[in-house]
């Protein structure tokens, strides 16, 4: 392996991606349900997004977050699964060493903003439910930008120096990554320094996002369980339960899967490589292609307009 030296570091001119190591003989074919559900989720979330810009009644706060989840969604799928899809059907195991780190940087980066968008949709349906005359004022199309912008810039902040840390450090010569893509992590591991201070602040940036979000998350969802139940009518409550559903699916469908990852892999020792791995590969994909599913299933606005658009005709 060939390193390039610099003032105060010395990195490889490319790392190797090996996929799924020890299914070498079954990645050709474990492609193509990843390749679907790759279409699918750029299929869907810029369907989502199409119909959002283009139906003025869906220019609302809810719908406004959901425009912003979609773009994530695409950034975060489309940031792993090209190149995943080129290691198991092509062997094109070689990644750049600065595409490695730009890799990192948007998966790390817009990982964080998925959770703050969420966290954000969160406090959408705490004001829709228990404020609902004062929605409108209270979430203006100013407050939803600053927010977006907020979310947007921490994650860019916070995960800026993943990057300027790792590249700033030595290599060893063992420059093989026993996955399908670049995580900050796996690439710490490849380090021939003391890493302590990088473990260290990314354990700081997953649980003060993670934690600050979830806790966010939980308060709003305790305030909105207390509105509900005061509700007279059970009609009136299974419809305001109606409307958080599709929130809380898509919460789960994103933090168990990546909360298994992350702990898999700083204390999993004992989890089998493979199990680590395809959920590592799953938790980018799946929430990226459930999300517009979900939302098209349960959101009667969105629903209508693409079965109008398949059919050419109203439902």
Avoid at 136 to 156: D, E, F, N
Avoid at 176 to 183: G, H, M, N
Wanted: contains cysteine.
């Amino acid at each position: 392996m060939v390193l390039t030296s610099g003032n105060s570091s010395s990195h490889p001119m490319f790392f190797i991606l090996l996929g799924i190591p020890g299914m070498e003989n079954s990645q050709f074919w474990i492609a193509f349900p990843f390749c679907a559900m790759y279409v699918v989720a750029v299929i869907g979330n810029i369907t989502l997004l199409h119909i959002i810009r283009i139906d003025h009644t869906l220019h609302e706060p809810m719908y406004l977050f959901l425009a912003m989840l979609a773009v994530t969604d695409l950034v975060l799928s489309s940031s792993t699964q090209p190149k995943m899809l080129v290691i198991f059907w092509f062997h094109a195991h070689e990644i750049d060493y600065h595409a490695c780190l730009i890799q990192v940087f948007f998966i790390h980066a817009f990982s964080s903003v998925e959770s703050g968008v969420l966290m954000a949709m969160a406090l959408d349906r705490y004001v829709a439910i228990c404020f609902p005359l004062q929605h409108s004022s209270i979430l203006t199309p100013s407050v939803v930008t600053k927010l977006g912008s907020a979310v947007m810039v921490r994650g860019l902040l916070l995960v800026s120096p993943f990057c300027f840390m790792v590249s700033r450090m030595p290599f060893c010569h063992n420059q093989v990554i026993p996955q399908s893509y670049c995580e900050h992590m796996a690439v710490l591991k490849l380090v021939c320094a003391d890493t302590r201070v990088n473990r260290g602040y990314g354990l700081f940036v997953a649980f003060s996002v993670g934690g600050f979000d979830m806790i966010v998350i939980s308060i709003s969802y305790v305030m909105i369980l207390r509105a509900v139940l005061q509700l007279p009518s059970g009609e009136a409550r299974l419809k305001a339960f109606g409307t958080c559903a599709s929130h809380i699916c898509v919460i789960l469908a994103l933090y168990i899967p990546a909360l298994f990852s992350f702990l898999a892999h700083r204390f999993g020792h004992h989890v089998p490589q493979v199990v680590h791995i395809m959920f590592a590969n799953l938790y980018l994909l799946v929430p990226s292609m459930l999300n517009p599913i979900i939302y098209g299933v349960r959101t009667k606005q969105i629903r209508y307009r693409v079965i109008q658009g398949c059919c050419g005709k109203d439902p």
